[in-house]
């Protein structure tokens, strides 16, 4: 697992949930441990790299909880992310599974996701922002270049 959100969103921002409310969906983001100890070792994400979303339902009403909110039911599907050459110009491609396929369906290039990533992404098409441990790799070999 390489980085977890809540209520993250690529879309306008509303208004703020109000005290108490639910907020919004988790995000959990997983890389392939050879992925990962690949762009750990050299800081490049590898031909093959796959990055696998998953969402979840918040909730708060369990006991012993109190406060706060944790991964309650999981929203079916997964989307993925790959990194394959010549799959698109940008070396990346997006994918939907749903909870009964094999095979994932390619989101066609115009799908937002790919100009999402291509502009706000902080490496390589990638929201390495959002994950603390990689976040970390980066900031590591560009404090060595300078």
């Not at 639910?22 to 093959?48: C, D, I, T």
């Not at 115009?110 to 291509?118: E, F, L, N, P, T």
């Amino acid at each position: 697992m390489v980085g977890s959100s809540t209520g993250l969103s690529y879309n306008t921002p509303g208004a703020a949930p109000a005290a108490g409310a639910a907020p919004g969906l988790f995000h959990n983001v997983y890389l392939q441990p050879w992925a990962y100890r690949e762009f750990m070792k050299s800081g490049v994400f590898p031909e093959g790299a796959m990055f696998v979303l998953s969402f979840f339902e918040a909730s708060q009403k369990a006991s012993p909880a109190r406060a706060g909110f944790y991964e309650a039911d999981r929203v079916p599907g997964i989307e993925i992310h790959l990194k394959k050459k010549g799959i698109d110009k940008s070396g990346w491609a997006f994918y939907g599974f749903n909870d009964t396929a094999s095979v994932g369906t390619k989101l066609p290039p115009s799908a937002s996701c790919y100009s999402c990533h291509a502009t706000e992404a902080a490496h390589d098409n990638v929201f390495t922002q959002f994950y603390p441990w990689v976040r970390e790799r980066l900031a590591k070999t560009t404090a060595h270049r300078h």
